[in-house]
C-alpha cells in the first residue's frame, strides 16, 4: 500500500488507530520517527509585543557606553534583572520612513515605506509575523494569533501588529475571554453544519472569482492590479477556508488555564494575555503571536490620572514620573512572562522559553522621537546571541533585527522591509 500518512491524518484518525497495531504499510514507522524527531526538537514559536507610545529615553535605555555582556540594567528595565542574562537591549534602529509620531506600532514589525505606492495616503507591507506564520503556521490550527487591548491609543491604524502580504490589516482579539474560547472551546455546531458552511463559503468564492476573471481582458494597468491584489484576497480566504476545513474534526486542545474573568483592563488584561499567549504556545495551537499592549487602562490600573498621549509627552516632572512607573510595570510584566515561558517544560525536557523568539518595544522612543526604537529581545527561538546591551549605528534599519530573527529561525529570506542586511552581531 501507498498511502500516504502524515500528522493530520493521523490526528484525525487518532480514535481508530489506538486499536491498530503499528502497520508499517500505512507509514507508522515513518511516522513514529517523525514524531520522535519532533520530541527532540520541538517548534520553533515568536511573539511580538508592541507598547505604543515608547519609553522614558532618560531612564529605559542603558548608558550607551556600556556595552556587551557588562552593562548595567537602566531603571525602567530593571525589573527584569532575574533575566538580564537571557536578554539582549538594542539600541540605534529605526525604521526610515516612519513620518507618523502617533503611530507607534502601524509600521514596526513591516518597516514599509508609507507613500510606497503613489496616490495611497498610506500603504504597508507584510509584518514579520506573518512572514513567520507563512513559514511555521500550517502544522497548527491557527497560522498566527493577533491580539489587541481594549483601547488602543498610540497604536495608530492597523486590526493588529499584523500585516498580510499585500499589505493590508489582519483582524485581532481584543477580549481575553474570547481569546480563550477561540483557542479552547469546541465549537457547537455540529461537525455537518460547519463542513456545510464551509462549502457555501467556497460556492461564493468560486462565482466570485469567475465574475472577476470574465472581466479580466481589456483592463487598464491600474485596473489589472486592482484586480491582481483582488485574487490574492481571494487566494488568502480560499488558504483559510482549507485551514479551517483540515481541522474542523480535529478536538481543540484542553486549557492548560482557567477561563478569563470578564472585564479585566490595564495590568490585570495583560497578565492574563501574558497568559494566554503561554497558553496557545504551551499547547502548539499557534506558533506566531502578537499584541498590542494598552496604555490608558494600564495607566489607570496603576492609579495614574494622566492619560497615554499626555505621558508620552512628559516633561520633569508629574507626567515623566508615571510614564517612569508605566515603564516599570511593563518591564515587572515581561519579567513575569518569561519566568512563565522558562517554567513551562517541552516533551524534551527544554523549556519554551528555549524554543520561543520574543521581542518587546516600538516604533516610537519617546514624545516625537522616531529614532532609537526601543527593542528588547529574549527567548531561544532565533538562535540570537542574549545576556548583551547592542548598540548600533544610528538609523541602523530595525528590519535588520527582524531579519535576523527569520534567519536563526531558520527561515531564509534575502530581506523584510527596508533590511539592508542581518546584524552579525546579534547572532549567536
Known sequence: ??????????????????????????GFRQFASAA???AAAPSKRAVFLGIGFGVTKETWFPDREQTGADYELSEGLSPLARHQSDLTVVQGCANQYTNEAHWG??????????????????????????????????DTRFSSIQLNASELQGHGPGL???????????????????VFHKLFSADD???????????????????????AKRV??????????????????????????????????VPKAKPPIEEPEPGLKGRDEIAIMYDLIVAALRTDSTRALTYRLPGNTLLQSLELKHSA????????????EASKMRDKAHSELLAGLIDKLKETKEADGSSLFDHTALAFGSNISSIHYLTNCPT???????????????????DTPLCNVWLTMLKGMGIETERHGDSSGIVKQLQA
Open 309 to 320: 498621549h499626555n505621558v508620552s509627552h512628559y516633561s520633569p516632572g508629574e507626567r515623566m
Open 36 to 38: 520522535a524527531t519532533s
Open 189 to 211: 455546531l455540529p461537525l455537518e453544519e460547519r463542513q456545510a458552511a464551509i462549502a457555501e463559503n467556497r460556492s461564493v468564492l468560486d462565482a466570485v472569482l469567475s465574475e
Open 376 to 394: 528588547v529581545l529574549t527567548g531561544g527561538g532565533a538562535n540570537l546571541k542574549l545576556g548583551q546591551h547592542l548598540v548600533l549605528p544610528e
Open 105 to 138: 506600532s502601524t509600521f514596526w514589525l513591516t518597516g514599509a515605506n508609507r507613500y510606497s505606492v503613489p496616490g495611497q495616503n498610506m500603504a504597508n507591507s507584510i509584518s514579520v509575523d506573518q512572514v513567520i506564520a507563512q513559514h511555521l503556521g500550517q
Open 216 to 249: 479580466q481582458r481589456g483592463l487598464s494597468k491600474t485596473d489589472t492590479d486592482k484586480l491582481d491584489e483582488y485574487f490574492q484576497g481571494i487566494r488568502d480566504i480560499e488558504t483559510r477556508l482549507n485551514k479551517d476545513e483540515d481541522w474542523l474534526d
Open 160 to 178: 493588529s501588529l499584523g500585516w498580510d502580504q499585500r499589505g493590508k490589516p489582519v483582524a485581532g482579539f481584543n477580549d481575553p475571554v474570547q
Open 1 to 26: 500500500m501507498n498511502t500516504q500518512f502524515n500528522r493530520r491524518h493521523f490526528l484525525r484518525g487518532t480514535g481508530a488507530l489506538i486499536a491498530l497495531p503499528a502497520l508499517e504499510s500505512i
